[in-house]
C-alpha cells in the first residue's frame, strides 16, 4: 500500500462537498480513535461520510471502494458493521442485551467477537434522541472501548447530546451544502440546470433528496398533490375536507409503492430457499426493521415535503410581492394562483403550515388527516 492511497483512501475521496471532514477522515482512518462524533444538517453527508469512515475501517486495503467489505460497508450491510437507530422518540437503556435498538443491546453488541475478522464499526444514527439514562450506559463503554472497536455518532442537534457522552468522541463538522455544490452536482449527474436549481431549492439544500426529486418521474408528485389539494380546497364549504382527504390518500399510494425495494436489498444474504444464511441473520433482521421503519414513516415524510412544497408557494408570494423574486424557490410556477394574496396573509398561511408540520412530525398523534383539515380550513379562511 502506497502512502498516497493511506492518505486519500478512494471512499473517502468520494464524500461529497465536505473536503474538511473527509481530509480529517483519510487521517483518522491510519489510526483511529475510539469514537467520533459527526455533526451537521440532515442532507449535508454525514450518513455518506459515516459509510465512507466505515468502509476505510473494514477494507483490508483502507478503502478501496471495489471490493467486498467496501461494497457492504458503503452499503450498511457488513456484518462487523452495528447500527443503533431510535425505533420511537428516543433511544432507550432498554431491559437488557437482547432488547434491540437500545443503549444496552448496543453496549452487549460492542463486547460481542466481531463476525468477521477486523474491527467493528458501532454507529448511533440521531443520537441527540438518547435518554440521559441511555446516555449513560453508552458512556461506560465509551470510557471503557472494547479493542478494534471505532463508535461513530451522528447528531443534527449536537447541543441535546449530554455532555459526557459528547466530551468523548472527536467531532467531525459537516456544514450545509451550498445550492451551487448541489446544483453544480446535478449537472454533472447529467441532469438540467433549471430541474436541478428548482429540486435543490424545494429540498432545502439537501442533495440526496434533491436528486431523487430530480431523477424520479413521481420525484415532484408531492407537490403536485399539494397543489391539486390547495385547489379542492378552495372549492366550497367541503372543499377542505376533501383536499385533506386526498393528500392523505396520495401520501397511502406513495407507501404502497416503497414494497419492491426490500426483496432486492435482501438476496445477497438468503439461501437457494430464501432463508436467511446463518451469518447473517443478524443484517437481515436490520434491513428488515430498517424496511419496516422506512414505510412506516413514508406517509408522513410524504405529507411533510408537500406540505413544504405548499408552503414554498407561499414564500414565493411573500419574495415576489417585496421584490426579491431571485429567491423564489417554484421557478417553474407562476404564482401557483396565489397572484390575489398579501403578503400578511401568505406569511399567516405559512405560519398554519408550519403548525401543521409540527404536529404532523410528532408521532405520538395518530390522526394526521384531522391536522390537515384543520390546516386547509385556516387557509380557506384566510383566502376568502
Ligand atoms: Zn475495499
Known amino acids: 500500500m502506497s502512502p498516497e492511497t493511506v492518505a486519500s483512501p478512494n471512499v473517502i475521496r468520494d464524500v461529497p462537498g465536505q473536503e474538511h471532514a473527509a ?4 487521517r483518522a482512518a491510519v489510526h483511529p480513535h475510539h469514537a467520533y462524533l459527526f455533526t451537521g444538517p440532515e442532507g449535508s453527508g454525514k450518513r455518506l461520510g459515516m459509510r465512507a469512515f466505515a468502509a ?12 467486498r467489505a467496501c461494497r457492504l460497508a458503503l452499503g450498511e450491510r457488513h456484518p462487523n458493521m452495528v447500527m443503533l437507530e431510535p425505533a420511537g422518540p428516543d433511544i432507550l437503556v432498554g431491559r437488557d442485551s437482547a432488547d ?4 444496552r443491546w448496543l453496549v452487549g453488541q460492542a463486547y460481542l467477537t466481531p463476525i468477521e475478522p477486523g474491527p467493528k464499526v458501532m454507529v448511533v444514527l440521531q443520537a441527540d434522541r438518547l435518554r440521559v439514562e441511555a446516555a449513560d450506559v453508552l458512556l461506560k463503554v465509551l470510557e471503557e472501548p472494547p479493542r478494534d472497536t471505532v463508535f461513530i455518532l451522528l447528531s443534527a442537534r449536537p447541543d441535546e447530546i449530554p455532555e459526557t457522552v459528547r466530551s468523548r468522541c472527536q467531532e467531525v463538522p459537516f456544514p450545509p451544502l451550498s445550492e451551487s455544490f448541489v446544483v453544480e452536482t446535478l ?40 397543489l391539486e389539494a390547495l385547489e379542492t380546497a378552495g372549492r366550497g364549504a367541503a372543499g377542505p375536507l376533501a383536499a385533506a382527504e386526498k393528500l392523505t390518500a396520495a401520501a397511502k399510494g406513495f407507501r404502497a409503492s416503497l414494497g419492491a425495494e426490500l426483496d432486492e436489498e435482501l438476496s445477497p444474504y438468503l439461501d437457494a430457499r430464501g432463508r436467511p444464511e446463518d451469518a447473517y441473520r443478524g443484517v437481515v433482521r436490520r434491513i428488515q426493521e430498517r424496511h419496516e421503519r422506512r414505510t412506516r414513516r413514508a406517509e408522513r415524510e410524504f405529507l411533510d415535503s408537500a406540505l413544504l412544497a405548499l408552503s414554498a408557494c407561499y414564500r414565493d408570494r411573500v419574495a415576489t410581492a417585496v421584490g426579491a423574486g431571485d429567491v423564489v424557490i417554484n421557478l417553474d410556477l407562476a404564482q401557483a394562483g396565489l397572484a390575489g394574496w398579501s403578503e400578511g396573509n401568505a406569511g399567516q398561511a405559512m ?3 408550519e403548525e401543521a408540520r409540527a404536529d404532523l412530525a410528532d408521532e405520538t398523534n395518530l390522526n394526521p388527516r384531522l391536522v390537515l383539515e384543520r390546516m386547509f380550513l385556516r387557509l380557506s379562511a384566510l383566502a376568502a
Open 351 to 353: 405560519g398554519a403550515i
Open 23 to 26: 481530509a480529517f477522515l483519510a
Open 187 to 226: 449537472v454533472r449527474e447529467g441532469f438540467p440546470e433549471d430541474g436541478a436549481r428548482l429540486a435543490c431549492r424545494l429540498a432545502g439544500g439537501n442533495l440526496g433528496r434533491a436528486r431523487r426529486i430530480v431523477r424520479d418521474e413521481a420525484g415532484l408528485g408531492f407537490r403536485d398533490a399539494a
Open 56 to 67: 476505510a475501517l473494514l477494507c483490508p486495503t483502507g478503502g478501496c471502494g471495489g471490493c
Open 100 to 103: 434491540t435498538n437500545t443503549a
